[in-house]
């Protein structure tokens, strides 16, 4: 089928030509589409019977996962038969439908604009929910360009390396430093740092057996609190961690 994509452009403030910027999630002058903002546009609106209209890179719209029926008309045949419409739930994507049961055509939250990724949904209807999608990539618990942190990855910074003389160094939901529990008050960052280390640590479970001579080890948790504990006495001693 031949159809046009004609350019979907907003009005520079200034009356120009100049050209937005691609990937701010705006459609803006010289691009079709930025990110999610599809600009109203629809595989349905370029002519096709359905399917899932995404953006590129270069803010073009992509209509890869668009569906035609190759008779430049939105009416469609299921399998042959006279019905007007796909049968949503039948786990087949098919004319007019963006997805069907787990079946989403190809699309996954980042061909759909949303860096952070996520999952996809299918409503009753068989059209695409993008609830579960996240629009960045904070909150994956890894750091990505952009974050001073994410969750519990800290980038190797600390209280200290950001000039403090101590206490217990967070991440905000924005992936971005927390640093009200950092202090220059010697004895508060003694408090937070041994209030922070021993309210995780546990006793542990040894395996061994005193009847049979077996050393035996203490379980994974039992280590993991040992080695904190060690640690912090060391700190408090001003030697660095083992």
């Not at 910027?21 to 595989?43: F, R």
């Not at 008779?71 to 299921?78: A, C, K, P």
């Not at 989403?104 to 579960?132: I, K, M, Y």
Request: glycine share 18%; hydrophobic share 25%; charged share 15%.
């Amino acid at each position: 089928m031949a159809m046009g994509i004609f350019m979907l452009a907003a009005c520079s403030p200034d009356g120009g030509g100049s050209s937005g910027v691609c990937g701010n999630g705006v459609v803006e002058h010289g691009e079709e589409c930025d990110g999610t903002d599809l600009a109203g546009a629809t595989c349905g609106s370029l002519g096709f019977t359905g399917g899932v209209l995404t953006c590129s890179e270069q803010c073009q719209l992509n209509t890869s996962m668009c569906m035609s029926d190759g008779s430049g008309t939105n009416s469609s045949t299921n399998s042959g038969n006279s019905s007007t419409g796909a049968v949503c739930g039948n786990g087949v994507v098919e004319q007019g439908e963006e997805c069907d049961g787990t079946v989403f055509g190809g699309a996954t939250c980042e061909s759909l604009g949303f860096a952070g990724g996520g999952h996809l949904d299918c409503t009753a209807q068989c059209t695409v929910d993008t609830s579960g999608c996240f629009g960045t990539t904070c909150g994956n618990g890894h750091l990505d360009s952009g974050e001073e942190c994410d969750g519990t990855s800290l980038g190797g910074e600390s209280c200290e390396s950001l000039g403090y003389i101590g206490g217990i160094l967070r991440c905000r939901d924005s992936c971005t430093f927390d640093e009200s529990s950092c202090t220059n008050d010697a004895v508060q960052a003694v408090c937070e740092r041994w209030n922070s280390d021993v309210a995780t640590a546990q006793s542990g479970q040894w395996t061994g057996d005193v009847n049979s001579c077996d050393a035996g080890d203490y379980l994974a948790p039992g280590r993991d609190s040992a080695l904190k504990l060690t640690n912090l006495y060391r700190w408090l001693a001003a030697l660095s961690p083992v």
